[in-house]
C-alpha cells in the first residue's frame, strides 16, 4: 500500500518518479522492523526526502486499494508458505517453539488474517506507527550533512506529532523443559528436519560465540557437519544452521535435508554427537581462525556500499537501540575464544531446549 497514492501524488507517480532520477527502491518487513529503502545518485536527495516524507503521512487507504493488496499479499502467502515445504515448516516451527511471545505468530500474518482485515484496520495501523516520532531516517553515501539535516527538518518537522506507540513488553517465553516435537507431511523425494533451540536475543554478549560456533558447525563446505553428514556418512545432501537476529530470545535454526533413502534418525544422532564434541572440546585453532575469517569477510561485503551500510546501521539501530553497535560486531566476532564457543554450545545447543519439525513424505 505504501507504493501507491497519496493525497498529493496520484498512483504511479511515486515510481516514476524515483525511475526518472535513476534511483530503485523497495520494502521488507519481519518480526521487530519494516524498512524502505531508495538507492540513488547524489542529486536525488531531495527527492527522497520528499516522497518518504509524503507518504509516511498522506497515505490513500480507502477500499479499493486495501481489497487489491489483500490479494497481493494472500498469493504471496501461498507463494512463500502453503505452496512451499520450508515455508510451512518454519511457521510451524515457530507455532510450536513459542507459546506466549509473538514470534510464534507469522508476520505475514495467517491467512484468516489477511481475509479478515479491514480498510480500518489499515488506518488505524497507518495512524499509530507511521509517524517520525516511531522511525528512524539513515542517510548513507556521499551527502553534505548539514545540507540533508535541513531536508530532514523541512519535509518531516510541520508533520503532526503523533504519539509513538508505547513499546509493548511482550510475554516472555518460559523456560523450555524438554524437546518439543510436530511432524508435517508433504509431496517431498526426501525427509527433512528442523531443528530450533532456545538462543538469545541478537544483543545479547553470548550471541558473538553462538554466530562463530553456528561458522564452525555449518559454515561451507570444510565446515564439521557438512563434512560428517554429506561427504564421510552422506547421511545428507544439505545441511545448514542460522541464528534469528531478534530483540527478543529467538532460536538457533538448524536444517537436515536427509538423502533419499536414509534415515532421519540416523541424521539426527550425528548431529547431536558432533554438537556434543563441540560443547566438550570446542572447536580447534583452525576451525576458530576460518570461522572469524568468515563472518568478518560477510561483514565487510555486508558494508561495501552505501545501501549495505544504510540497512546495516538502520537494523542495528531498531534491534539493538544503537546504530554505531555495527561497527562493534565485528571486534565481539574477533574477540570469540574457543572456550567461549564451548560454553555457549553446552549452555544452548541441548536437546531439551529445541523444537523440532519433521517433514515426512506423504500428502499433509
Same mark, same amino acid.
Given at each position: 500500500?505504501?507504493?501507491?497514492?497519496?493525497?498529493?501524488?496520484?498512483?504511479?507517480?511515486?515510481?516514476?518518479?524515483?525511475?526518472?532520477?535513476?534511483?530503485?527502491?523497495?520494502?521488507?518487513?519481519?518480526?521487530?522492523?519494516?524498512?524502505?529503502?531508495?538507492?540513488?545518485?547524489?542529486?536525488?536527495?531531495?527527492?527522497?526526502?520528499?516522497?518518504?516524507?509524503?507518504?509516511?503521512?498522506?497515505?490513500?487507504?480507502?477500499?479499493?486499494?486495501?481489497?487489491?493488496?489483500?490479494?497481493?499479499?494472500?498469493?504471496?502467502?501461498?507463494?512463500?508458505?502453503?505452496?512451499?515445504?520450508?515455508?510451512?515448516?518454519?511457521?510451524?516451527?515457530?507455532?510450536?517453539?513459542?507459546?506466549?511471545?509473538?514470534?510464534?505468530?507469522?508476520?505475514?500474518?495467517?491467512?484468516?488474517?489477511?481475509?479478515?482485515?479491514?480498510?480500518?484496520?489499515?488506518?488505524?495501523?497507518?495512524?499509530?506507527?507511521?509517524?517520525?516520532?516511531?522511525?528512524?531516517?539513515?542517510?548513507?553515501?556521499?551527502?553534505?550533512?548539514?545540507?540533508?539535516?535541513?531536508?530532514?527538518?523541512?519535509?518531516?518537522?510541520?508533520?503532526?506529532?503523533?504519539?509513538?506507540?508505547?513499546?509493548?513488553?511482550?510475554?516472555?517465553?518460559?523456560?523450555?523443559?524438554?524437546?518439543?516435537?510436530?511432524?508435517?507431511?508433504?509431496?517431498?523425494?526426501?525427509?527433512?528436519?528442523?531443528?530450533?533451540?532456545?538462543?538469545?536475543?541478537?544483543?545479547?554478549?553470548?550471541?558473538?560465540?553462538?554466530?562463530?560456533?553456528?561458522?564452525?558447525?555449518?559454515?561451507? &563446505?570444510?565446515?564439521? @557437519?557438512? %563434512?560428517?553428514?554429506?561427504?564421510? +556418512?552422506? /547421511? $545428507?545432501? #544439505?545441511?545448514?544452521?542460522?541464528?534469528?537476529?531478534?530483540?527478543?530470545?529467538?532460536?538457533?535454526?538448524?536444517?537436515?535435508?536427509?538423502?533419499?533413502?536414509?534415515? &532421519?534418525?540416523?541424521? @539426527?544422532? %550425528?548431529?547431536?554427537?558432533?554438537? +556434543?564434541? /563441540? $560443547?566438550? #572440546?570446542?572447536?580447534?585453532?583452525?576451525?576458530?581462525?576460518?570461522?572469524?575469517?568468515?563472518?568478518?569477510?560477510?561483514?565487510?561485503?555486508?558494508?561495501?556500499?552505501?545501501?549495505?551500510?544504510?540497512?546495516?546501521?538502520?537494523?542495528?539501530?531498531?534491534?539493538?537501540?544503537?546504530?554505531?553497535?555495527?561497527?562493534?560486531?565485528?571486534?565481539?566476532?574477533?574477540?570469540?575464544?574457543?572456550?567461549?564457543?564451548?560454553?555457549?554450545?553446552?549452555?544452548?545447543?541441548?536437546?531439551?531446549?529445541?523444537?523440532?519439525?519433521?517433514?515426512?513424505?506423504?500428502?499433509?
Amino acid at each position: 500500500l505504501m507504493f501507491n497514492a497519496t493525497r498529493t501524488r496520484p498512483l504511479g507517480q511515486f515510481d516514476r518518479l524515483l525511475e526518472g532520477a535513476g534511483a530503485e527502491a523497495n520494502a521488507a518487513t519481519w518480526t521487530d522492523w519494516t524498512y524502505y529503502y531508495e538507492n540513488a545518485p547524489r542529486g536525488a536527495l531531495p527527492l527522497l526526502v520528499e516522497l518518504e516524507a509524503d507518504r509516511m503521512s498522506n497515505l490513500v487507504l480507502r477500499a479499493p486499494q486495501v481489497v487489491s493488496e489483500k490479494e497481493v499479499v494472500a498469493n504471496e502467502r501461498k507463494l512463500r508458505v502453503e505452496d512451499d515445504i520450508e515455508g510451512k515448516a518454519l511457521e510451524l516451527l515457530y507455532a510450536t517453539a513459542f507459546r506466549r511471545h509473538p514470534y510464534g505468530w507469522p508476520t505475514i500474518g495467517w491467512m484468516k488474517d489477511i481475509r479478515g482485515f479491514t480498510v480500518r484496520d489499515c488506518q488505524r495501523f497507518y495512524r499509530t506507527h507511521y509517524a517520525p516520532g516511531n522511525a528512524t531516517v539513515i542517510v548513507a553515501g556521499d551527502f553534505d550533512e548539514a545540507r540533508a539535516l535541513r531536508l530532514v527538518r523541512d519535509h518531516y518537522g510541520h508533520l503532526p506529532k503523533i504519539s509513538a506507540p508505547v513499546p509493548v513488553a511482550h510475554p516472555k517465553e518460559p523456560p523450555q523443559r524438554a524437546e518439543r516435537t510436530a511432524q508435517l507431511r508433504a509431496p517431498t523425494p526426501s525427509e527433512k528436519i528442523l531443528l530450533g533451540y532456545q538462543a538469545p536475543a541478537f544483543s545479547d554478549p553470548d550471541t558473538p560465540a553462538l554466530v562463530v560456533a553456528n561458522e564452525v558447525l555449518f559454515g561451507g &563446505r570444510s565446515s564439521r @557437519l557438512h %563434512r560428517v553428514l554429506c561427504v564421510d +556418512e552422506e /547421511l $545428507a545432501f #544439505a545441511v545448514r544452521g542460522s541464528l534469528s537476529p531478534f530483540v527478543d530470545p529467538g532460536l538457533f535454526e538448524i536444517w537436515i535435508f536427509v538423502h533419499e533413502g536414509k534415515r &532421519r534418525q540416523d541424521a @539426527l544422532a %550425528r548431529l547431536q554427537e558432533e554438537i +556434543e564434541k /563441540l $560443547a566438550l #572440546a570446542g572447536p580447534t585453532q583452525p576451525e576458530l581462525d576460518k570461522a572469524i575469517n568468515q563472518l568478518e569477510l560477510s561483514f565487510l561485503h555486508s558494508m561495501e556500499t552505501a545501501g549495505g551500510k544504510a540497512e546495516q546501521i538502520g537494523f542495528y539501530e531498531t534491534v539493538v537501540g544503537d546504530g554505531s553497535a555495527v561497527f562493534d560486531r565485528l571486534d565481539a566476532y574477533r574477540d570469540v575464544t574457543a572456550r567461549d564457543v564451548e560454553r555457549v554450545v553446552k549452555k544452548y545447543l541441548r536437546p531439551s531446549r529445541r523444537t523440532r519439525v519433521e517433514v515426512l513424505r506423504g500428502r499433509a
